[in-house]
């Protein structure tokens, strides 16, 4: 397999914004800009190792709009432990990892959907164990979710996200849960529209694609690569994190033919400094590639490497 060394060069510089705030997850929105979502304390684990689901102090959230110019929205007061942010039509979704089952019709609201004023419009329930959140230009919230999300814990029984992945309408209500794939953990997700959804999951470690106006349409391939936790495509070449240790790593395989993709290409990226890039968090949604190194972002398209 051949190799590859290509440079770039961040798009943006947020260190401006970072006083007083760590950064707790950096997310292409369906528009394409960047949405960082920023705490000004990340509560610690619970015994060193579960994130818990609410915050024992009110805490002040910062969320970083990102195109051609650097959007802010603060929203203070907040006592759940929120993770991801994505656009949802004219609003903004906050959303929970974690959320606990305390009886019926007794649980943690987790997704909390605001305006950009920070003002609450409606919380939702949308399960324990999220692994990733992708909303579409449309509105449909996809979430994919890790074993304790399909197999239950923090007093889930009977998980919410069981399947392995969910559509969700903005009023909360499932619109679409997986039977086709027997998913353990779903370790990777790439919303493309709403006719085109890519999801790669543990125990088969395959790649699978949903297709069709009413999602009946599935297909799978075998990307050889174990532990990815990220896909990019244009629908025929295939950006892949590098797997299991592999962090700064990446494989480009393009499909040869239906359900095979070719060896592929290893490729590492440089920085502003011709360094090795070595991405504190990284985001794949459509054909793109997004990488944060400290308060740098870059990206990069498939078709710059293909």
Known sequence: ??????????????????????????????????????????????????????????????ILIIDDHIEEVCVEGQQFNYHYVQPLHHHLLLVGARCHYYGPDQYDLNGKIIDYEGRTVNELLLGDGIQSVQVTGEGTIWTSYFDEGIFGNYGWNDPVG?????AWNKEGH????N?????HD???LN????????FYYYSDFSLGHISGSDRTNFTFMNPRISGCSGVATDGVHFLFDG???KNGQYVLKKNVKPGSLSKGQHIRFLNDEQEFLQPHEQDFRKDRLL??????????????LA
């Open 162 to 166: 069981s399947s392995g992945l969910v």
């Open 291 to 304: 990488l944060r190194e400290g308060s740098l972002l870059y990206q990069v398209t498939i078709g710059e």
């Open 186 to 188: 779903c370790y990777a």
């Open 179 to 183: 039977q086709a794939a027997d998913i």
């Open 174 to 177: 499932k619109i679409y849960e």
């Open 1 to 62: 397999m051949s190799h590859l060394d290509k440079q770039l060069h961040s798009f943006a510089d947020i260190s401006n914004y970072m006083k007083g705030f760590e950064i707790v997850s950096t997310q292409f929105g369906p528009d394409r800009r960047v949405y960082i979502l920023l705490i000004d304390k990340v509560p610690e684990r619970v015994r060193g190792m579960f994130p818990p689901a609410s915050l024992k102090e009110r805490r002040t959230y910062k």
């Open 191 to 198: 919303v493309v529209s709403e006719q085109e959804i890519w």
């Open 243 to 245: 797997g299991y240790g």
